[in-house]
């Protein structure tokens, strides 16, 4: 049997027609670039995240650049970020010309340390960047708190996280603003790069608007140096197909989460495999389902060589990333994400998997730790 990572065919085939009719609409209208069919997808994501306003950009890095930009992060400031996260999360802020600041993951959540962020406040500190890793939300309330006692600006990255939830309210929506990417291997993917803003007032909402048009409100006459930002209408009309069946999808990888800790206590008890744990009052939506295993790299060859697809994420902490290396980073600066990624892996949870798919899966993991 083969189990791929990802299957974009099998989530594709049922909702072809739909597809292919909205991407011949903008191909018959000739009109690429933002216009009413961003707008309304704009509205509609909006609604669906309980968001004040949401501003559809070209990818997910980029919705987290245009927010830092938005907020006036800049040089001389800091930006408190996790060291364990894809390289977007740290690298807008360098882009802004801001220094970024490393610190510490939860060893359950792999999300941002409370504690460790408050130990690396200073005065010189703009913003905290929690990243809802893998699709569970940070903890939000401890953050907010610290962020507004020390004045600095709350930007969430969402990127892996759309419709993930944090008692009861959508990831995206607490700071004063957030990043979704709709890459395609993304809960909600699109049919390329795609990305989003959230925002949590009309002032910022205008600027990163603004910002995303090389800063122009008229054509020609910039007001501020911004960039192209700017979302494809195509890709809001193949995002615009897909969201309605955004929380059947959700539901599916949930349920597949659910069967592999069923399937694990049947078929494989006793191995040295940790499963993802979904934390009290969260929706976790598992873009990603990340175990941590004894003899890792073992395992991902194993799985490989009986054709099941996994995948080892961020197996460099920024910290000890050589683009990094001028902020001194060294190994056992952030014990918790350095062994993360030497342990963690990624096994398929797409909302398509079948159960004799993932019995297989769990077979085949089960097979490697009996034989070795």
């Known amino acids: 049997m083969k189990v791929p990572l990802l299957d974009l065919a099998a989530q594709y085939a049922p909702i072809r027609n739909d597809v292919v009719a909205a991407v011949t609409r903008i191909v018959d209208t000739q009109q690429f670039i933002l216009g009413r069919e961003v707008a309304s997808f704009e509205e509609e994501v909006a609604a669906y995240l309980g968001a004040h306003d949401a501003i559809g950009v070209s990818s997910g890095t980029d919705a987290l650049l245009v927010a830092m ?11 408190i970020v996790p060291t364990y996260s894809f390289f977007a999360t740290a690298g807008c802020v360098s882009r802004v010309g801001a220094r970024p600041v490393f610190v510490d993951v939860d060893p359950v959540s792999y999300n941002i340390d409370v504690e460790q962020v408050q130990a690396a406040l200073t005065p010189r500190t703009k913003a905290i960047v929690p990243v809802h890793l893998y699709g569970q939300s940070a903890e ?8 507004r006692d020390a004045g600095v600006a709350v930007i969430e990255d969402a990127a892996q996280a759309i419709g993930a939830t944090y008692r009861g309210r959508r990831v995206g929506t607490f700071g004063r603003a957030g990043g979704f990417s709709f890459y395609p291997s993304k809960n909600l993917g699109a049919a390329g790069d795609a990305g989003l803003v959230t925002v ?8 990163v608007r603004l910002l995303r048009v090389h800063g122009a409100r008229r054509t020609y006459h910039h007001e501020e140096v911004g960039g192209n930002f700017r979302m494809a209408a195509i890709q809001a009309a193949v ?6 069946h955004l929380e059947a999808w959700t539901e599916a990888r949930r349920r597949n989460a659910d069967r592999y800790r069923a399937l694990f206590a ?3 008890p006793g191995v040295p495999v940790s499963l993802p744990v979904e934390l009290p009052e969260r929706r976790h939506v598992y873009n990603q389902f990340v175990i941590r295993a004894e003899r890792r790299d073992g395992l991902q060859q194993w799985l490989h060589a009986h054709d099941v697809g996994c995948e080892i994420y961020y197996p460099v902490p920024f910290h000890l990333q050589p683009c990094f290396a001028d902020l001194g980073g060294r190994a056992g600066q952030c ?3 350095e062994r993360a990624a030497q342990e963690t892996l990624a096994l398929p949870i797409y909302s ?15 097979a490697f730790y009996r034989q070795s």
Do not use: F, N, S
């Open 69 to 79: 930009m938005a907020l006036g992060i800049g040089p001389g400031d800091e930006v």
């Open 140 to 147: 939000m309330d401890a953050l907010l708190a610290l962020a």
């Open 200 to 207: 949590a007032d009309e002032e910022l909402a205008e600027k």
């Open 239 to 244: 995002l615009r197909v897909k969201l309605p």
């Open 266 to 268: 049947a078929l494989a």
């Open 335 to 337: 014990p918790v994400a």
């Open 352 to 366: 398509e998997l079948t159960e004799a798919q993932q019995q297989y899966v769990v077979e085949t993991i089960a």
